[in-house]
């Protein structure tokens, strides 16, 4: 049974506050491949067993932009926490520092792995 409500970020006013004491916006890639759909699909299962009191809005960004006015809407909407796939680390690092000073919750979610050299430091680190 679904535990908070799951909706997409156009549609902010169908999260019903009475039932829901933590907002966690999702903010993803865009979905171009199918690796997006399948991990937009594990986060919406994932987030159906979450316990009591969470809701969550997610979304696949359009492009960088979007994703920014994404999260300025999470940020002024009070949302307890984000989940980001950033799309452009640059763009929205002014807008999570400010969720983060107001104690926003934040995760991101990316794969710094680009290249076999990034994928031998990462060995390294945490070997």
Same mark, same amino acid.
């Given at each position: 049974m679904p535990i908070g409500p !799951?909706? =997409?970020a +156009? @549609? /902010?006013s169908a999260l019903p506050t009475e039932e829901v004491r933590y907002r966690i916006g999702i903010s993803l890639l $865009? !979905?171009?491949e199918e690796s997006q759909v %399948? /991990?937009?699909q594990e986060i919406v299962e994932a987030a159906t067993n979450a $316990? @009591? =009191?969470f809701g969550f809005t997610i979304? %696949? #960004?359009q492009d +960088? @932009? @979007?994703q920014l006015r994404m999260l300025e809407l999470f940020y002024s909407e009070g949302y307890d926490g984000v989940i980001v796939s950033p799309v452009d680390r640059e763009l929205i690092a002014p807008i999570l520092e400010q969720m983060f000073h107001s104690g926003i919750l934040i995760v991101l979610a990316e794969n710094p792995i680009d290249t076999m050299e990034d /994928?031998? #430091?990462w060995m390294d680190r945490t070997s």
């Open positions: !799951i909706c =997409g +156009a @549609d /902010l $865009p !979905i171009s %399948n /991990l937009r $316990p @009591d =009191g979304r %696949n #960004a +960088a @932009d @979007d /994928l031998e #430091a």
